[in-house]
């Protein structure tokens, strides 16, 4: 099984809908993020947090809500998604050091 | 101005051929990963540096600290090398990647 997990892999939604994409991660890290990938662009930093009780924002969380259930689960929500939020979206796990970097295997997401 | 530039943006070489790619970043740094995405999308580590040199099966990496420049080579390509290969660092004071914009190599057979 692989070590993170993201569900939905696709998904297209209507503009102004309510989305949630949903990672678990089974490498017993504390550190997860969540991230953003547009062509050109890299990746950019959306959320992360150090454990469950430390959430914190990235660069570009206007538009973005996260929760983290579980030291194995974070969620990312879309409130009311808009068409530039259309992107591939990556979770993903770190050791404490943040030597060790695990990605899933991204959820694409379309807004119309 | 981006932390980490990479080049070159896109690279096509001929199957056999000798890669580098390049990463420059300007901040004192803890660790560099290079990092590998394939057309279906998924990201996998390749290597993380923080000094030296690391060599996995035909892949190279190098890291210069003073210079603040990381090189991944990749001898004898092959078309499966084909992918994304994303530079990424992390900073000495921080608590997350900043990542390079990516190269895209294409090795035609």
């Known amino acids: 099984d692989a070590d993170v997990t993201q569900t939905p892999r696709n998904r297209i939604t209507k503009t102004g809908k309510r989305i949630m994409l949903e990672c678990s991660q089974t490498?017993?890290?504390?550190?997860m993020y969540w991230y953003r990938q547009d062509p050109g662009l890299g990746l950019r930093l959306i959320y992360y947090s150090f454990d469950v009780k430390d959430i914190n924002k990235g660069e570009i969380s206007d538009g973005y809500s996260v929760s983290r259930q579980a030291q194995a689960k974070f969620s990312l929500s879309l409130e009311s998604a808009i068409p530039n939020q259309t992107a591939l979206y990556f979770c993903?796990?770190?050791?404490?050091?943040?030597?060790?970097?695990?990605f899933g295997p991204g959820t694409r997401l379309t807004v119309t | 101005k981006n932390e980490v530039e990479q080049s070159p943006q896109n690279l096509t070489a001929q199957e056999g051929e000798f890669i580098t790619i390049n990463c420059s970043y300007s901040?004192?740094?803890?660790?560099l990963h290079w990092l590998q995405q394939h057309p279906g999308g998924g990201i996998v580590s390749l290597f993380m540096l923080s000094s030296g040199k690391k060599k996995h099966g035909r892949l190279i990496a190098t890291i210069n600290i003073q210079e603040k420049h990381s090189s991944l080579h990749i001898t004898a390509s092959h078309p499966r090398d084909s992918a994304v290969y994303i530079c990424a660092v992390l900073p000495g004071s921080a608590r997350q990647l900043t990542f390079g914009s990516g190269t895209q190599l294409t090795v035609l057979p």
């Open positions: 901040v004192g740094i803890s660790a």
């Open positions: 490498k017993g890290h504390d550190r």
């Open positions: 993903a796990t770190s050791d404490l050091l943040g030597l060790e970097q695990y």
